[in-house]
């Protein structure tokens, strides 16, 4: 009796070759002098694993370097300092949190195309020392034999993460709570 081995493949991700963006938003009485803040998340290692054919079950882990997150509006160099510096300091705390991270705890995807899926990806957010289960990301994914693709957005509130919202001018400017969180991830066979 031959036991059927189910053939896992993996593939790591490639920092390099995606685009991974959060956004802040203005809020307060001088919003309209404000800006809405795009931060790029290019410093992250991690993998994916799956069945060929099928998403169903996969497994998906991210580790992302807190400090390494950098402005990337079209800001005078002094604003994006400054910005850099309260994100890193204030708002993060990169020194006692350095990393942030991700891991799936379910995986379900239906097929669009061959090769092309639509997931749903359950996952727990370690963020700021707090980790937060059952995180929903909803992606496209693109598979081929030796490349994976998964693009994608979705929210996130800082104070689920004990994260207070920045705010300067004595509150007339300020982020609001929830940021938009957008990737195009890209990932190569091991």
Do not use: C
């Not at 998964?150 to 705010?167: N, R």
């Amino acid at each position: 009796m031959s036991e059927n081995v189910v053939e896992v493949v993996r593939h790591r991700l490639d920092a390099g070759q995606s685009r991974f963006t959060v956004q802040a938003f203005a809020e307060g009485l001088f919003s309209s002098f404000g800006h809405n803040p795009v931060i790029a998340i290019s410093d992250f290692e991690g993998e994916v694993e799956y069945v060929p054919g099928t998403l169903e079950g996969g497994r998906v882990r991210m580790t992302i370097q807190a400090g390494a997150l950098a402005v990337t509006d079209d800001v005078k160099e002094k604003d994006r300092l400054e910005i850099e510096r309260m994100m890193r300091d204030d708002v993060l705390e990169v020194s006692n949190y350095p990393e942030i991270v991700f891991e799936s705890t379910s995986v379900t995807a239906s097929r669009v195309a061959e090769g092309r899926y639509r997931a749903r990806v359950i996952g727990d957010l370690t963020l700021h020392g707090v980790t937060q289960r059952n995180i929903w990301i909803s992606a496209e994914v693109t598979t081929s034999e030796n490349n994976l693709r998964a693009q994608g957005e979705f929210p996130l509130k800082q104070t689920d993460y004990k994260i207070k919202p920045v705010s300067v001018a004595g509150g007339t400017l300020k982020v609001k709570n929830e940021l938009k969180f957008k990737f195009d991830i890209m990932a190569s066979k091991q």
